[in-house]
Structures are given as structure tokens and as C-alpha cells.
């Protein structure tokens, strides 16, 4: 788009937002307002939008993972998941958020807060969804 003077105008579409640059997270520097993007908030957390679900996190279990009581996680529905990743699996009957850890025969869930124990299936252990992402609002 242009304005009234002929100069050309960003034009983001619906939902994005602009991408000013860098900053810088240890020695202050002055932000350069320049727009250098746009951002889709949605396409950036949400790639597979028929998989993906929002799950608003309670507890402190995963606080080393800087996963807080009230952070929104962005989760992507699978049945499989890597060796270090967060999943939400149910696990003998109870639904939660862990890491997934396996040694190739036998699969359980780690805890990121070493106030919990690692949990061991007694009977099933089922991957629904791998965390993506998580949204906190300040």
C-alpha cells in the first residue's frame, strides 16, 4: 500500500504482527525501530492446525523447563515421541506434562522440577501430544 504522499506502507496481513529486529538480552543497545517483517504469531507456533490444541498448564512439575502454573503449551497430537522431548501422555490412567525419556525397551516420564520423581508406567504409557511451544501472558 501507499500513503498520500506515494511512500510505501508494510501491509501485514490478519494476525501478523511486525518484526522490528534484534535485542539485545545482556548489554543494553539502542533498538532500531526500522520493521524488517511481519510475523504470524499463529503460522509461527501453529504449523499443523488440524494437530494442534491449546492446554493450560497447572502445577510446578515443570518449572526447569520454564513451563509455569497458567502458561498456555502448544501442543501437536502424535502417538510417538523423540527421547527428550515434552509430551501430554496418560499414564496409567492419569493425564500429564513431562519429558519422555526412553532407553529403547522401556519408556517413562521426567519430571523438570527435582522436587518430583521420575514416572514409571506400572500398566500403559500412551504419547497424545508433543509440546510445540508454550504462551505466557505477563
Known amino acids: 500500500q501507499k500513503d498520500a504522499q506515494g511512500k510505501l506502507l508494510p501491509n501485514f496481513g490478519t494476525g501478523e504482527i511486525p518484526l522490528l529486529g534484534l535485542v ?9 525501530s526500522q ?28 518449572i526447569e523447563a520454564h ?3 497458567g ?8 502417538q510417538t515421541a523423540r527421547d527428550g522431548e515434552i509430551v501430554v501422555a496418560e499414564v496409567d490412567g492419569s493425564w500429564t506434562l ?8 522401556k519408556n517413562w516420564l521426567l519430571p523438570a522440577n527435582k522436587n518430583y520423581k521420575p514416572i514409571h508406567p506400572e500398566y500403559q504409557l500412551r504419547i497424545a501430544a508433543v509440546v ?5 501472558k505477563y
Open 132 to 136: 510445540k511451544g508454550v504462551i505466557r
Open 98 to 105: 513431562k519429558y519422555f525419556k526412553t532407553d529403547g525397551v
Open 71 to 78: 502458561d498456555l503449551v502448544v501442543a501437536e497430537r502424535a
Open 35 to 62: 520493521i524488517l517483517d511481519s510475523l504470524s504469531i499463529e503460522e509461527y507456533l501453529i504449523p499443523k492446525k488440524e494437530k494442534t490444541f491449546l492446554l493450560e498448564v497447572k502445577g510446578d512439575s515443570m
Open 24 to 32: 539485545e538480552a545482556g548489554i543494553p543497545s539502542i533498538a532500531d
Open 67 to 69: 513451563i509455569d502454573e
